[in-house]
């Protein structure tokens, strides 16, 4: 249980530096300037889609052979390794209308995160991670908290920070631990 948690909060940690979700927060933080509901509605967001994604991959542990699975896990975190490398961005036509009231800036945040994670290399993790290991619990905690661990500082300091992190030094970082991920994997 232990190994499901602290891999899924370090995988998805490093990987959602310089994801769309992390560009999403700071985006946020800079037009609402209200943090704290901004930091509810992600992780209310996340709790679900990754809660989801997890079962998804759990459901999908049952029906494939053990050895296809072992095969599949290895070459999915490869490929989410190699898709790390490659630069999130936000479309620049996406805008998030001012908001006052911190239930509606709360809602704005909730529906913004789970549309921006379906499809989201985070999202597919969650589900190879789910996959697995047999700990659904323990995964979505793991991947939330790592989702947090990667957002919170973005929206508390907003646009400041995106400006000083070394962008690509973490895609590369989050592309190595995709990729060790799966040759571990592999090796099991």
């Known amino acids: 249980m232990?190994?499901?948690f602290l891999t899924s909060t370090a995988?998805?940690?490093v990987a959602e530096i310089g994801d769309k979700?992390?560009?999403l927060s700071?985006?946020?933080?800079?037009q609402l300037r209200r943090p704290w509901p901004i930091l509810w509605?992600?992780?209310?967001?996340?709790?679900?889609n990754h809660a989801l994604a997890a079962a998804a991959g759990r459901w999908l542990a049952g029906w494939i052979p053990a050895h296809w699975l072992q095969w599949g896990l290895a070459a999915t975190f490869i490929a989410f390794g190699l898709w790390a490398l490659r630069p999130d961005t936000l479309d620049e036509t996406t805008t998030t209308p001012?908001?006052?009231h911190r239930w509606r800036i709360f809602l704005i945040a909730l529906v913004a995160f789970f549309v921006a994670e379906i499809g989201d290399k985070t999202q597919f993790a969650t589900v190879a991670l789910g996959a697995r290991f047999d700990a659904l619990a323990w995964v979505t905690a793991g991947t939330t908290l790592g989702m947090m661990i990667a957002n919170v500082p973005a929206v508390l300091i907003g646009e400041r920070l995106a400006e000083r992190l070394p962008g690509e030094l973490m895609r590369r970082i989050a592309a190595a631990g995709f990729i060790l991920t799966g040759i571990l994997t592999l090796l099991a």
């Open 98 to 100: 001012p908001a006052h």
């Open 21 to 23: 979700t992390q560009l």
């Open 11 to 13: 995988l998805v940690a």
């Open 26 to 30: 700071f985006m946020l933080a800079a």
């Open 2 to 4: 232990l190994e499901a």
């Open 41 to 48: 509605g992600i992780l209310v967001a996340t709790v679900l």
